[in-house]
Every structure is written in structure tokens, then in C-alpha cells.
């Protein structure tokens, strides 16, 4: 009976072997088809939209550009803020905001005024501000939210500017790192080159944010006589800001107190433990310039080859096996409608959660777990310190300017409905 069944499963013996011998021949074929192809096929979809882009806007040479309108580079830079470039486009932003501190002028008015330099005000300081852009950045040029954010914005600065303490060119020069640094990071760091089209787009938006806001561009070889379009504005901009840093950005204690605050900020969501790693790579993403007008450390070598490392991983694997962000994942981090207060939230938080509602998600969701192990405050904590209501964009900014400014927010609104209509700001 034990022969019959020996030589009975010889057989299948055989045969199983054969068929496992065979699998890997098999199956090779399939696999570097989808090592080779899956590849192809994320790069070609992470290309698509970009095509759309260019077949959808009628724009493809410079003479094209020249007659970009406002509404149309809004809706090509909100492709690239929340779809294309959503991580880096933010984080630009941000140390755009964080580079002004390496020019003295500005560093002591905010030192003098201690938003920047106290930690009680820090935090709000800095949420009230990236709040107040990316509600310019994210609602269309002719909102009623992107014009409050504009006046506000220009009140909140017309008595420091009035008394000759914010300076024209430093005024210039912030406005010139909020449209350059996007294009400086993402060219770098992300998977693709930013196109004309997009560049373009960029600096018509934040030219016609400059023009909402007042700020001059009389320093520019171009500002009597008039741009050409949105790229020739940001290569005038670009030469004048580096201009402008060989000449202001230099060591001073003041830079240096006022980024402490701003790096705190940057690594407050980090356990205590890795603020030393945060750091570093804060110091990492400096240039020489500005890194000695802050006197700050560079980072060691260790550090550069980490660092480096892990943003050419992410490069490519955003550009090779990540699909491109699909619409209902847009970045978004405000709610688009306001709630029965008329008050709109932030959707998450960086630092201190002011603004955000507290949400059954939003207090044990997983980014509250987390603020919790860290020991951080939660949407809700403390009362109404973090107004959890929300906020009114009218309202924005130091808690003694809350009420304030409501005749120069109707005047500058008047003003806007006359001729920020979304049309060309070049002709």
C-alpha cells in the first residue's frame, strides 16, 4: 500500500516541482513590466496636469502672458498651492516670512512691538499672518474673503508705515520673497520644474497683491514705465531683492532674537528630544547669507548629506511612484464656507491650535494624539485663549487691533470694486 502511494505521488511530485521551476521564468515577464511600466505610468499622470493646464489657458507665448488676467494666474497658482506642489508651496511661504528677519529694519520693529519676540504673542502672531495669506492665496481675486484679507493686511500695516518704522523696501521686499520663494523651493526640492505658464501666473498674482497693498515699484527698472508681464515682474523683483540683501541682510542680535521665536514655532510639534534635529535642518534649508545675519550655525555634514538625501528620496518617489493628488484631496486649510456666526475655522494646526474648531476629530483624531503625548494644547484648551469660535477675517492680526480699522477695511473695499475685477494688472 506505501509503494502504490510513493510511486502514485511521484507524479504530482514531479509536476508541482516543474510548475514551481517554471514560475519565476513565469512571472518575470509581468515583473519588469510593472518595475518598468508603473513607473511610466505615475510620471506620465503626474505630467497630466500640467498639459491640461496649458491646452485650458490661452497663454502659450510670452506675448500670451502679457495679458494673463488676475483671475486666471489665481486659478493656475491654486493648482499649483494645492494640487501640484501643496507640501512646498506652504512651507515657502513660510520661510519667505521666516527670511524677512534676516534684514535689521524689520527684525527690531518686531522685537520693538514684541510679536515676534515673546512667546506669549509669537504664536498668534505667526498663525494671524499665514492665515491672512493664504486667505489671499486661496479665494479668488474679486472675494469678498481676498478683499477683507487685503484691507486687513493694509491696515494692520499703514501706522507703522505712516510713522516711516515699516520701511518701502522692506515692504517690497517681502512682498518680492512671498512670489519668489514658491518658485526658488519647488524648482529645487520637488519632482518638477515649474513651468512659464505657472511662473508666470505667480508673479501676476502677487503683482496684483503689491498694487492691493500699496507697495511701490518705483526701485524696479521697469516700475515708471510698466511691465511686460508676470515673469518680467519677477526677474526685475528677483534682481532687486538680491541687490537689496548684499546691501541689508547682515548679522545683528535683533535677527537673531526674532528667529529663535520663529524656530520654536517651526519645531514646536516636535518632541523635545528631536528639536536639535529640527533645528539643524532649519539651518540646513538657510543659505550663507542669510544663516550669518542670523548668526546662526551651519549644519554639520552629517546633517547635509542626510537631509539631502531624504528630499532627493521624496523627489523621486512623488515623480516615479506616487499618483498625482486627485481634487478631493486638495490642500485646503480653511473652511470655504463660514459657519451661522459668519466665522471661518483653520482645518489644522502647526504650532498652537488657534482657530480650529473642536471637532469630536479634531480632539481625538490622530493629529490630537499626538498633540497630546507631546503635552501641547489641544482645539478647545484653556477657555478662548486659541479661539475656538473661529475668527473674522476683519479681526485678524494683535488683540489690540480686534474692532479696530473698520472705516479703512470700507474704503479699501470701495477702492478694490473699482478696479481689482480680475482683469489684467498689467494693462
Known sequence: MNNVTVRAAQPLSDAAKAILD????????????????????????????????????????????AKMTDDHAFEIQKSVAQLEFPFMFIKALQFALFRTYGIPTISRLLTTTTQFSNPETSLKRYTDTSALI???????????????????TRFLHSGYRASGKILDDDMLYTLALFALQPIRFINRFEWRQLSDLER?????????????????????PSGTAGFQDGIQWLDELDAWSEMYEVQCMVPDAKNRETADQTTAILVYMLPTALHPVGLEFVSFMMDDRLRRAMLYDPPSSIARVVFSSLLTIRKLFLRYLCPPRPYFLRYASFTEEPDENNRFFLTEWEAAPYYVKPTFWNRWGPMAWVTRMLG?????DEGDKYYP?????????????????????????EEFKEYRTGKCPFH
Not at 508666470?200 to 498694487?211: L, N, P, Q, R
Open 389 to 413: 469660535h473661529g475668527y473674522h477675517i476683519q479681526d485678524m492680526g494683535p488683540r489690540y487691533f480686534e474692532g479696530k480699522g473698520r472705516k479703512a477695511l470700507e474704503e479699501a473695499m
Open 200 to 220: 508666470c501666473a505667480i508673479g501676476t498674482f502677487w503683482k496684483s497683491v503689491g498694487d492691493a497693498l500699496e507697495i511701490s515699484y518705483a526701485k524696479l
Open 22 to 65: 517554471a514560475a519565476p521564468r513565469h512571472w518575470i515577464p509581468y515583473a519588469l513590466g510593472l518595475l518598468v511600466g508603473y513607473p511610466l505610468l505615475t510620471s506620465g499622470l503626474r505630467y497630466q496636469r500640467l498639459r491640461t493646464l496649458h491646452k485650458k489657458y490661452p497663454y502659450a507665448t510670452r506675448a500670451d502672458m
Open 134 to 152: 493664504q486667505e489671499m492665496v486661496g479665494n479668488s481675486p474679486t472675494s469678498q474673503r481676498a478683499y477683507i484679507s487685503l484691507a486687513r
Open 376 to 380: 501641547r494644547p489641544l482645539p478647545g
